[in-house]
């Protein structure tokens, strides 16, 4: 069975998403999202009549969404696989690119939002953030970690490889994201029971 092929509206997020993993948010107008994604200005303001904010949103979301699709799917089989496959998405971005893309929920987060008011697309990556912190920390809990110590590590997972995914493009190198492997795997393996 073929993949269905994505809706305009579906190409122009994911152009967002990739634009912004590589560029970050303030560095990108709308007009290079749409030319990313092939298409027309006017339609991209046709789906997202609100602008930039509106399809940066979308856009977090929609890696959010990415992300934990894989998550359910790999931690089913406990939370060391999460982990690796995790690991795994931010490991082909990074050099699928070259080194020249990374997560874009990580880079709306960062950026000074405009104005005195939090963007819909910083709340949105808040929310990304929560919901990967979830599905791991419920993993280790049904893999015997204790409730508190399932959302700390679950919280320094997603820091950690949030992170380690910048020093990778800083540094051209893979090297931080198979430290960071080795050791979170380390800590998963010392708090589950299982």
């Given at each position: 069975m073929s993949k269905p092929t994505p809706t305009p509206?579906?190409?122009?997020?994911?152009?967002?998403?990739?634009?912004?993993?590589?560029?970050?948010?303030?560095?990108?107008?709308?007009?290079?999202m749409a030319k990313h994604a092939r298409a027309p200005l006017g339609s991209t303001y046709h789906y997202f009549p609100e602008g930039k904010q509106q399809l940066a949103t979308e856009a977090v979301r929609?890696?959010?969404?990415?992300?934990?699709?894989?998550l359910r799917r790999e931690l089913e089989?406990?939370?060391?696989?999460?982990?690796?496959?995790?690991?795994?998405?931010?490991?082909?971005?990074?050099?699928?690119?070259?080194?020249?893309?990374?997560?874009?929920v990580l880079a709306v987060?960062?950026?000074?939002p405009?104005?005195?008011?939090?963007?819909?697309?910083?709340?949105?990556?808040?929310?990304?953030f929560t919901t990967w912190e979830s599905?791991?920390?419920?993993?280790?809990?049904?893999?015997?970690?204790?409730?508190?110590?399932?959302?700390q590590l679950a919280t320094l997972s997603v820091a950690a490889v949030e992170g380690t995914v910048a020093m990778c493009r800083a540094k051209r190198s893979i090297q931080p994201?198979?430290?960071?492997?080795?050791?979170?795997r380390t800590l998963i393996l010392a708090t589950i029971k299982d």
């Open positions: 509206r579906e190409r122009i997020v994911a152009g967002a998403a990739d634009m912004i993993s590589r560029r970050g948010l303030n560095a990108t107008s709308i007009r290079e929609y890696t959010g969404e990415w992300v934990a699709r894989v089989a406990g939370p060391v696989a999460g982990l690796r496959a995790f690991l795994g998405l931010w490991r082909k971005i990074v050099v699928d690119s070259d080194f020249r893309a990374g997560c874009p987060s960062i950026e000074e405009p104005g005195d008011e939090t963007p819909e697309a910083l709340l949105a990556a808040a929310d990304v599905l791991l920390a419920d993993s280790l809990r049904a893999h015997g970690a204790e409730p508190e110590q399932a959302a994201l198979d430290h960071t492997a080795e050791q979170l």
